[in-house]
């Protein structure tokens, strides 16, 4: 049994490694970046002004969060794909992965169907006032390599690749 949650900014492969493994491990998958877009569509906001609504009123985070948090401690077997699960699931598996930015931004386009300098704004955009949230909120400054337990670079990983990587772990941990 294991709790694994894969945190990771826009673009470094967090969902489509998380779904896979999720299918070859019979596990439970839950993205935080579904949630987050569904609460901005409840909300009647795009995206973009729902992450400046988030950015002014810690509401929304903290349902979000709460969500994660009641989660982990009810469930076992599962993925969650998100940036803070890791903190609010302190019992999980905890990877962590990077991304070359310029590879990040033509995934992000490529996915979302808009063009590179729209795509490198909206990153640049979303990664500063995540940050600057995540300081404010819980006095998280960084995300240091030494808070995870598998740092994974994507950047030429194939996801089958990074998949084989945590299936490694696991395998490692149980023994």
């Not at 948090?69 to 794909?81: D, Q, T």
């Not at 990153?123 to 998280?140: H, M, P, S």
Request: aromatic content about 10%; charged content about 35%.
């Amino acid at each position: 049994m294991a709790k694994i949650t894969i945190f990771g900014l826009a673009g470094t492969g967090t969902t489509s490694a998380g779904k896979m493994l999720a299918g070859k491990l019979g596990y439970q998958f839950l993205s935080t970046g579904y949630i987050f877009r569904d609460m901005a569509k409840e909300n009647g906001m795009t995206l973009n002004k729902f992450e400046e609504a988030t950015n002014k009123n810690p509401k929304y985070d903290n349902q979000l969060d709460q969500r994660i948090k009641e989660f982990g401690e009810k469930n076992n077997n599962f993925i969650v794909e998100s940036r803070l699960a890791w903190h609010f699931i302190p019992d999980s598996i905890k990877v962590k992965l990077v991304c070359d930015f310029g590879e990040r931004i033509k995934r992000v386009a490529t996915r979302d169907k808009i063009s590179s300098k729209e795509a490198g704004e909206h990153n640049e955009f979303r990664d500063k006032k995540i940050a600057e949230r995540y300081e404010k909120y819980y006095g998280i400054k960084d995300f240091n390599d030494d808070k995870f337990d598998l740092v994974i670079d994507t950047t030429a990983t194939s996801i089958e690749g990074v998949v084989q990587r945590i299936e490694e772990r696991l395998r490692n941990q149980k023994k």
